[in-house]
């Protein structure tokens, strides 16, 4: 057994959340494992096709749900493409949890701010679901997800769940022209829905994730709403091959996003060459 | 062994710089390239300044085909400004060739011709060398453009013919060709099995200018990437293939290979079988069509069954 | 200090010979008479000067073909301890059921035999890499078979410069001894267990007699030229250069220094600290295949291409700051080690003129003489043609 070989899972549960997004639950094969894996919020794996290669995903579960990890992912590329065909029951590989993780233990007492946009509700969700169900540890809850079009939310059972909660704020946006005829959630890019939100920043952190140009555009709406950048958390997604430091290929500058990421705050984040 | 023959004297490099002088000077050309000559030989050098274009030489070390400066993916080049090119005639075939397959346009680039008896297989030598029939690139011999037509400005005095070298790449073509299937199948899988796939062949030849190229597709995978005898052999005989009737035989992917594979044997075998099947040979007219990219209602189609 | 011993040219050849009737794989320099250029694959003479035939380092079939002369070999000692492509694991599918098959992590005990200390010192340097968290078993494995026995290198030519990043051409970091030439032969200085080992097992080639002031010094002396030639290449501070890297990443001149370069990548394949490696699988029937990992380049356009289209480092002098990073600033700043050991390679092979002691020396200049900063300024005067 050498460290690049994979895990064994199998698949237990498939949903397209749209026409290009699916989410997968996954069970490792060997029973121990599927008892004592654990990780922690953030963090990420190499998931496989036998013959097509492994691609890269967190770990969209929460490490408070046992005997199961999820992820969720794009139809985008060569391997992403196989994954969009397996079936319930076909063997998916696994290497794992690789990168650092959300210090979810540091936020107790605080309010714990969720904003992200597209597939990037993925790694969040993680965190999201890490924090609901240890509820009474932290303060207030707020969640600002939005996404291009009413189809192309992911998640869908999950934002009704968490709107449905008294203890979450939930707000869903869809761009104008995205909404459908009976939404009644938002309209609007997510900063300015972030903006009219207002979340609190005093005792807060706040979690960011989701294509580039959001979280470019959020992170100052954040700072002007009284947010520190070591207070707002974001994940960041490069290109990997082996998620373990070796390969040489996913380094921003003298940082190597599988090994001191992919979890930063945004004062690392600021450090950061201009190289992502 | 070296003193029995003459070096040829490339005459002309005081034009050279003047006309580059000037081009920069005028302010419509922002950048030179050419030739210096460094620590380690000749090599390509790219000049702003009027000032310094006394770095320009032209000799027999001045191997470098500079045309793959023009790869439109090298947009660090373009940023550059509009770019004033030296060429032998060799070179400027390969202009001919972006020219041709609407890479370019003929207004974006300026052409400094220079007269060319041959070069040395190697430009890493502290001084020009004699050409002899054991220090002269194999593929100069035969050279049918000592006297290019595509260029603005042209410098130097007509040169001889350079020397026969000890084998040309004819012969050992046709000493290849004479062998059984067997002994040549031998041959490259010894040849292909040295292969690491830094395609370097690749980046430097001028007309390997395809966006994405065919290795790096993945939906499907046309072409394993590891570096075993499988996919190198897949690797080198398409990349052959995309170059017959393109390729102008400037040799830089051979002299780039860091493990020595003799490329030029393939491409000239390629060219053969070009002239012979459409008579096609590639020039610097920009007007003759090559057969990849040209249909003729004479073309040999005896192949479709 | 350790000991030293005497073995003779015959009895160098010898104890190849010894290994490899016993069964053991012996790697070292081959000289290949083959000379790279299509005017010489027939059987007439190399074109090329002498000087530059073609070494590499090869499984020896026969004593016979060691190559003592001190030629740099044109692939480093890399390839033997990470190899172009190498089996991760494989697979056999049935159905819906995957049956995953190890690949060994131990391997067979071999000795190289006449490295060179530059390429030995390099897998010193991966080491650390390989090493950090995760223990890279197939690396590993091969590190823990293998006993390398230097050469001392006379300096192959001013494209050297291992004194200046923090190795020598006498140095046994990352081998288990050296050799150096002396009359007759050579001294022999074991410097690990594994060194050590190779006396024990092959006591009849190996003489304990070495006098301290003749063949002893000879040797000494032959160690302390060779320094001094590598020095005169080269002197740089390699810390300042790491600072200077790692606060100047937006600085201009790391562009003009990478003008020329084409990305070919053939830097990387002859480097031998270069390490970043691909994974691919490889479907070889129905259903089965294999999971390789082969050498990649960070010059090449794809190596940082996102599957949404995006690249972070989609141009030429962008990936060339990164080669230049890597090497001098970021290896350095998390693994204490400079990722290069200045065995001269990548400028030999790069034809179109990227020279790395031009460019060190550039840096080197703009760290500690900011006011003097021009690539021009590392030039040579120009030489007359």
Known sequence: ??????????????????????????????????????FKAGQFGEYSVFGAGESTFCIASSPTREGYIECSFKAIGKVTTELREVNIGDTVGFRGPYGNWFPVDDWKGKDVVF?????????????????????????????????????????????EEWGSRADVKMVTTVDPGGETKDWTGEVGYVTPVVEKTAPKADNAVAVVCGPPIVVKLTLPVLEQLGFADDAVFTTLENRMK????????????????????????????KALPAEF | MTDTATAPVYTGVDDLRRIARELLEAGDVRVIIGWEAARRGARPVFVSDPAETDKLIFDTRCVHNLVTYLNPRRDHVAELGKIALVVKGCDVKAVAGLLRESQLGRADVVLIGVRCGGVLE????????????????????????????LTDHLVGEPQPEPPRPVMTIDERVAALDGQPLEERWAFWTEQFGKCVRCYACRQVCPLCICEQCIVEKTRPQWIESSAHPRGNLSWNVTRAIHLAGRCVDCGECERFCPVGIPLSLLNRKLQDIVRERYDYTVSDDPENAAPIGDYRLDDQQEFIK | MSDRYFISDSDLRGLAADLLGAGTEVIAPVATDICQSPSAIAATACTLDHSLVDIDYRALTSADELDLDRGLPQLSLKGYFLPEHEALCSWKQKGTTIEVEEVPTEFAARVVLAAKPCDAAALEVVDKVMNWDYKDELWNGRREATTIVNLTCPMIDDSCFCT??????????????????????????????????????????????????TLGREADDERAASRRRVAANLEIDAESVRDWIDTH?????????????????????VCPTCHCFDIV????????????????????????????GHNPRDDQHVRYRQRINHKFAIYPLKFGEVLCTGCGRCTRVCHAGQDLVEILQAIDIA???????????????????
């Not at chain 1, 082996?242 to 984040?269: E, H, S, W």
């Not at chain 3, 003008?259 to 053939?266: D, F, K, M, S």
């Open chain 3, 281 to 308: 699988d490889e479907q070889e029937g129905v259903g089965h295949g294999t999971r390789r990992r082969c050498w990649d380049t960070c010059q090449a356009p794809t190596f940082t291409l996102h599957a949404s």
């Open chain 3, 249 to 269: 990443f937006e600085d201009p001149l790391l562009s003009q220094l990478a003008i020329r370069c084409n990305g070919c990548g053939a830097c990387t394949s």
């Open chain 2, 122 to 149: 190697e430009n890493e030598l502290p001084a020009a060398l004699a050409l002899t029939p054991e220090t002269v690139a194999p593929r100069c011999y035969g050279c049918d453009n000592r006297e290019p037509t």
């Open chain 3, 367 to 385: 760290a500690r003489r900011p006011g003097d900063a021009d690539p021009a300024a590392a030039e040579p005067e120009e030489a007359a043609s």
């Open chain 1, 1 to 38: 057994m050498n460290i690049y070989q994979p895990l064994l899972t199998t698949v237990t549960e498939v949903v397209d959340e749209t026409a290009d997004t699916r989410t997968l639950r996954l069970e490792f094969q060997d029973e121990a494992l599927r008892k004592d894996f654990s």
């Open chain 1, 115 to 159: 904003v992200a946009g597209g597939i990037g509700l993925a790694p969040v969700r993680c965190v999201i679901w890490n924090v609901l169900d240890r509820r009474d540890e932290f303060g207030d809850v707020t969640i600002v997800y939005g996404a291009r079009s009413v189809d192309d939310l992911v998640y869908k059972r999950e934002l």
């Open chain 1, 242 to 269: 082996c998620g373990l430091g070796k390969c040489g290929r996913c380094n921003i500058g003298p940082v190597y996003v599988c090994k001191d990421g992919p979890v930063f705050t945004a004062a690392q984040m």
């Open chain 3, 164 to 213: 200046a990043v923090g190795t020598a051409p006498d140095d046994v970091k990352g081998a288990d001894g050296l050799l150096t030439p002396v009359a007759g032969g050579y001294v022999y200085e074991p410097a690990t267990d594994k060194g050590r080992a190779l006396i024990e097992g092959n006591k009849a080639r190996f003489s304990g007699d070495v006098e301290a002031d």
